[in-house]
């Protein structure tokens, strides 16, 4: 239902919530009960309107324009049988309005009236000027009419799905939305609400209206949930309409709304906030995909295996767009720290109406999202493509279970696809003042025909190669290996023990995994069954005292790498710091003690500056990994002379050296 769904989404005026109870005064007469409906419409007060639009059809409707206008009110609220019968009605009556066989075509195929939704979408489209007035409803149109020849008005029932309603306390009688699936259950937004009043929508000072939407936390498996938690994040005046994790957990991207007086609308952005000791930051503006007047929102981390870097999607209202919401992607700058500019995905992905809730899936390469702007059930549908050599390919849909003819967004799946949380606002006994009011989270799993039952599990443990004891607080990243491309599956951290499920047969994974203070290790394993696999990782112990680069010399009085210097730094340093990509090491040249004591201070840390621009400009590590230090002659490891006081030449040499050390702080990438 458009109305409820663009208050979650796009925080338009928040008409349901009040701060206190306000009387409705009706006037006598009914052209005044008419202006004062559509004032509230224009105020995006529906429910208002539909209370003047109940009492002006009691005295008496004065005309087909206003009864046109209650059809669409109907659409609006999500009454499509009951706006039908007032759209029938007109065509009968023989009503001249341009959008009258357009909204003839949108509810026809919503009732499940292929043949006659096609036949209205074929009249407004012949209908003259319809193009050059009415750019977006000729592209809806043109969209749904294709929709209809494609797959016979049925949808791609070609996957076929059953959807659950969920048991236990997660739909409550507000808004649900953006679930995402964990561990143990889910993470999901949800709308406070105490009590639901109308308010005098010109008198309410928007600004001051107390945030209601905030993220949750069930445990639970499929459709069935038990407890629920406040998840530990503060968001003050800041209404959530979604959020996303980075792919290490550390990370959480939200986009927040607030109120702008000047602007007189909801404005979303996106924010970040950061785990830092076990605590998440307040989250804090990213500036690069902010615009001034637009809302950001409906944000989803992805990661891009080939450029091994995350990116972001987005839903944004900007200029440039095509209409209404479009959907953008941003990748992230490991080295600058930021994000690139937007770009839109095209026509391939965005309609002249509105494209928008995306998640990409990264084990599939997968987009999905929903759009009213293509045919479909009605509403928003669910559509996805995949991402394949950095392009999109062709759109595709699913059938009737998961798309309704209301609003069907926030589609998350699992791992394998086979289930997964959509957010619909179809009929609900949870919901407020009416069936359709609010969106709740529903389950929804493939049938036996498509579902992969046969699934694997893999079980990891890291152990301390010395010790031999398991590492609590592991880290793991898991691989999927096609026809030697890697795609990006999941991440997680166990404690003693990781289990990672539904896996899919007959494919080949590699694992990587590491904790703080060891250097991180990979392996493949075949997922030949169902079985359990069990996989350990001895994980060796990082030494965090210097270690010398045999050989990496200079010639006298110069800071010039030679080519075997180079080779041995390439041998010996490079490996560790792409191996270990959150390492940072500090590079350390010596000298013996001839010459005076600036001298020998100034040549060291050139020479160590030489490795350190070395490895930064050749081979393309992040300076920020990098730190470089000159000690002179003040750390020898042999005594420059002999006992008698004679020169020790050997020993000079020993102490005319390059080292590099791990250092304890390791690599943030955010």
């Given at each position: 239902?458009?109305?409820?769904?663009?208050?979650?989404?796009?925080?338009?005026?928040?008409?349901?919530?009040?701060?206190?109870?306000?009387?409705?005064?009706?006037?006598?007469?009914?052209?005044?009960?008419?202006?004062?409906?559509?004032?509230?419409?224009?105020?995006?007060?529906?429910?208002?309107?539909?209370?003047?639009?109940?009492?002006?059809?009691?005295?008496?409707?004065?005309?087909?324009?206003?009864?046109?206008?209650?059809?669409?009110?109907?659409?609006?609220?999500?009454?499509?049988?009951?706006?039908?019968?007032?759209?029938?009605?007109?065509?009968?009556?023989?009503?001249?309005?341009?959008?009258?066989?357009?909204?003839?075509?949108?509810?026809?195929?919503?009732?499940?009236?292929?043949?006659?939704?096609?036949?209205?979408?074929?009249?407004?489209?012949?209908?003259?000027?319809?193009?050059?007035?009415?750019?977006?409803?000729?592209?809806?149109?043109?969209?749904?009419?294709?929709?209809?020849?494609?797959?016979?008005?049925?949808?791609?029932?070609?996957?076929?799905?059953?959807?659950?309603?969920?048991?236990?306390?997660?739909?409550?009688?507000?808004?649900?939305?953006?679930?995402?699936?964990?561990?143990?259950?889910?993470?999901?937004?949800?709308?406070?609400?105490?009590?639901?009043?109308?308010?005098?929508?010109?008198?309410?000072?928007?600004?001051?209206?107390?945030?209601?939407?905030?993220?949750?936390?069930?445990?639970?498996?499929?459709?069935?949930?038990?407890?629920?938690?406040?998840?530990?994040?503060?968001?003050?005046?800041?209404?959530?309409?979604?959020?996303?994790?980075?792919?290490?957990?550390?990370?959480?991207?939200?986009?927040?709304?607030?109120?702008?007086?000047?602007?007189?609308?909801?404005?979303?952005?996106?924010?970040?906030?950061?785990?830092?000791?076990?605590?998440?930051?307040?989250?804090?503006?990213?500036?690069?995909?902010?615009?001034?007047?637009?809302?950001?929102?409906?944000?989803?981390?992805?990661?891009?295996?080939?450029?091994?870097?995350?990116?972001?999607?987005?839903?944004?209202?900007?200029?440039?767009?095509?209409?209404?919401?479009?959907?953008?992607?941003?990748?992230?700058?490991?080295?600058?720290?930021?994000?690139?500019?937007?770009?839109?995905?095209?026509?391939?992905?965005?309609?002249?109406?509105?494209?928008?809730?995306?998640?990409?899936?990264?084990?599939?390469?997968?987009?999905?999202?929903?759009?009213?702007?293509?045919?479909?059930?009605?509403?928003?549908?669910?559509?996805?493509?995949?991402?394949?050599?950095?392009?999109?390919?062709?759109?595709?849909?699913?059938?009737e279970e998961i798309n309704s003819p209301q609003d069907d967004v926030f589609f998350t799946p699992s791992?394998?696809?086979?289930?997964?949380?959509?957010?619909?606002?179809?009929?609900?006994?949870?919901?407020?003042?009416?069936?359709?009011?609010?969106?709740?989270?529903?389950?929804?799993?493939?049938?036996?025909?498509?579902?992969?039952?046969?699934?694997?599990?893999?079980?990891?443990?890291?152990?301390?190669?010395?010790?031999?004891?398991?590492?609590?607080?592991?880290?793991?990243?898991?691989?999927?290996?096609?026809?030697?491309?890697?795609?990006?599956?999941?991440?997680?951290?166990?404690?003693?023990?990781?289990?990672?499920?539904?896996?899919?047969?007959?494919?080949?994974?590699?694992?990587?995994?590491?904790?703080?203070?060891?250097?991180?290790?990979?392996?493949?394993?075949?997922?030949?069954?169902?079985?359990?696999?069990?996989?350990?990782?001895?994980?060796?112990?990082?030494?965090?005292?210097?270690?010398?680069?045999?050989?990496?010399?200079?010639?006298?009085?110069?800071?010039?790498?030679?080519?075997?210097?180079?080779?041995?730094?390439?041998?010996?340093?490079?490996?560790?710091?792409?191996?270990?990509?959150?390492?940072?090491?500090?590079?350390?040249?010596?000298?013996?003690?001839?010459?005076?004591?600036?001298?020998?201070?100034?040549?060291?840390?050139?020479?160590?500056?030489?490795?350190?621009?070395?490895?930064?400009?050749?081979?393309?590590?992040?300076?920020?990994?990098?730190?470089?230090?000159?000690?002179?002659?003040?750390?020898?490891?042999?005594?420059?002379?002999?006992?008698?006081?004679?020169?020790?030449?050997?020993?000079?040499?020993?102490?005319?050296?390059?080292?590099?050390?791990?250092?304890?702080?390791?690599?943030?990438?955010?």
């Open positions: 239902m458009r109305w409820l769904f663009y208050i979650v989404l796009f925080f338009c005026p928040l008409f349901l919530i009040s701060q206190e109870q306000v009387d409705i005064k009706m006037p006598s007469s009914r052209t005044k009960i008419y202006k004062q409906a559509m004032k509230a419409i224009d105020l995006k007060d529906y429910f208002l309107a539909k209370y003047y639009f109940d009492v002006l059809i009691e005295k008496g409707i004065e005309s087909d324009a206003q009864k046109f206008e209650y059809a669409k009110l109907l659409y609006k609220l999500g009454e499509n049988k009951a706006s039908l019968l007032v759209i029938q009605e007109l065509i009968k009556e023989k009503f001249d309005h341009p959008l009258l066989y357009y909204y003839a075509a949108i509810l026809f195929n919503s009732d499940k009236e292929p043949k006659k939704a096609r036949d209205y979408a074929l009249f407004f489209l012949k209908k003259k000027g319809m193009f050059a007035e009415y750019k977006a409803e000729h592209a809806h149109m043109s969209n749904l009419k294709l929709y209809l020849d494609s797959f016979g008005g049925r949808a791609s029932d070609t996957i076929s799905s059953r959807v659950y309603t969920l048991e236990g306390p997660v739909n409550a009688p507000g808004a649900e939305f953006n679930p995402l699936i964990t561990n143990d259950g889910i993470i999901f937004g949800s709308q406070n609400m105490k009590a639901v009043n109308y308010y005098k929508s010109t008198k309410l000072d928007k600004s001051k209206i107390n945030a209601t939407r905030g993220i949750y936390m069930a445990k639970g498996t499929k459709e069935v949930f038990s407890e629920i938690s406040d998840f530990p994040l503060e968001t003050p005046n800041m209404e959530i309409s979604s959020f996303s994790f980075s792919l290490d957990k550390r990370v959480l991207y939200l986009s927040g709304c607030k109120y702008i007086e000047e602007l007189k609308k909801y404005k979303c952005d996106i924010y970040q906030s950061k785990l830092k000791d076990k605590v998440w930051t307040m989250p804090e503006i990213i500036p690069e995909l902010t615009t001034p007047e637009s809302s950001n929102t409906h944000v989803s981390i992805g990661f891009d295996a080939v450029r091994n870097a995350p990116f972001v999607f987005f839903s944004s209202d900007r200029e440039g767009g095509r209409g209404g919401y479009d959907i953008y992607m941003s990748f992230y700058n490991a080295r600058a720290l930021k994000f690139s500019t937007p770009r839109n995905l095209g026509g391939k992905i965005n309609t002249p109406n509105d494209d928008i809730t995306p998640n990409y899936h990264t084990p599939t390469n997968t987009l999905y999202f929903s759009s009213n702007g293509r045919g479909g059930k009605g509403g928003h549908d669910v559509y996805y493509s995949v991402l394949k050599s950095s392009l999109f390919e062709n759109v595709a849909t699913f059938g791992k394998s696809v086979s289930d997964g949380y959509l957010v619909s606002n179809r009929y609900s006994e949870n919901s407020l003042i009416n069936p359709h009011c609010c969106d709740d989270i529903f389950y929804w799993e493939m049938t036996s025909i498509q579902r992969n039952k046969k699934t694997g599990k893999i079980k990891v443990q890291a152990i301390n190669k010395k010790t031999k004891e398991l590492i609590p607080g592991f880290t793991y990243e898991l691989y999927k290996i096609d026809s030697n491309d890697l795609s990006f599956i999941e991440n997680g951290v166990g404690q003693d023990t990781a289990v990672i499920k539904d896996l899919l047969i007959k494919k080949t994974y590699e694992i990587e995994v590491y904790a703080p203070k060891f250097y991180r290790k990979k392996a493949l394993i075949e997922v030949k069954n169902d079985s359990l696999y069990i996989v350990e990782f001895e994980l060796e112990p990082i030494d965090f005292n210097p270690i010398l680069l045999p050989l990496v010399e200079f010639e006298f009085d110069s800071f010039i790498l030679t080519q075997e210097a180079k080779r041995i730094i390439d041998s010996l340093v490079v490996p560790v710091l792409r191996s270990n990509p959150t390492l940072k090491i500090e590079l350390s040249a010596h000298t013996d003690s001839r010459g005076t004591d600036e001298y020998n201070e100034f040549l060291s840390q050139r020479r160590a500056e030489a490795i350190h621009f070395y490895l930064i400009d050749n081979k393309k590590i992040y300076p920020e990994r990098l730190t470089s230090k000159g000690y002179g002659e003040y750390v020898p490891i042999a005594p420059n002379e002999n006992a008698d006081g004679t020169d020790n030449p050997e020993n000079r040499q020993r102490n005319r050296r390059c080292e590099f050390r791990i250092l304890q702080e390791e690599y943030d990438p955010y």
